[in-house]
């Protein structure tokens, strides 16, 4: 059976599409939350198979689509990393209740950090998979940075897709100014 695709109002924005899933009456623990990585949804083969493991442990789970994402609205390219962090904080803050733990897949691992510095008294557990923080800077070459900053945007072929790899002016200094791994951070 399919998950049903739910809807909440971005305030100021498309929509953002989730599926979620209670936890049975009689298990405990903390909702897991899937972040995916750039370019990808809440369809890609590591969130189906995060969500069929919680299902069949009883689990809550939340999927989520960024704006400009899969099945919610907006166009991708006007995105940025802090808009996305935006996005995760509203899906959480109103579908979820209790401790979290975030599950981030490559940016998704960017997007993790950055949730739990801006919930720390929610989220529990971190689990990254081939996390990526901070590719906006050691992702590019110098030329695609130059690009990036000369053009607006940087386009390449994409393993995935048919779709050009797209990494938008906007979503590159969002990211450039949004670096963790230089920081010292306290809990």
């Known amino acids: 059976m399919e998950d049903e695709i739910l809807y909440l109002d971005r305030p100021g924005g498309a929509a953002l599409a989730y599926c979620y899933t209670p936890a049975k009456a009689d298990v405990k623990g903390s909702t897991l939350v899937f972040l995916p990585g750039y370019m990808s949804d809440m369809e890609g083969g590591k969130a189906l198979a995060v969500d069929a493991w919680a299902k069949e442990q009883g689990r809550a789970m939340l999927r989520l689509d960024y704006s400009g994402c899969g099945a919610s609205g907006g166009d991708f390219e006007d995105q940025s990393l802090i808009d ?36 720390p008294m929610r ?29 607006g945007k940087l386009e390449e072929a994409s393993e995935y897709s048919d779709d050009p790899y797209v990494t938008t002016q906007k979503f590159w200094r969002s990211g450039d100014a949004n670096r963790l791994l230089h920081k010292e951070i306290a809990f």
């Not at 995760?88 to 949730?115: C, F, H, N, P, Q």
């Open 123 to 151: 989220v529990k557990n971190l689990v990254g998979i081939a996390a990526a923080p901070d590719f906006t800077d050691w992702g590019f070459t110098q030329d695609q940075k130059m690009s990036i900053l000369r053009d």
């Open 84 to 119: 996305w962090r935006e996005d995760v904080l509203l899906l959480i803050d109103k579908v979820t209740s209790g401790s979290i733990t975030l599950i981030g897949s490559s940016m998704g691992g960017w997007l993790m950090l950055l949730v739990a510095l801006s919930r």
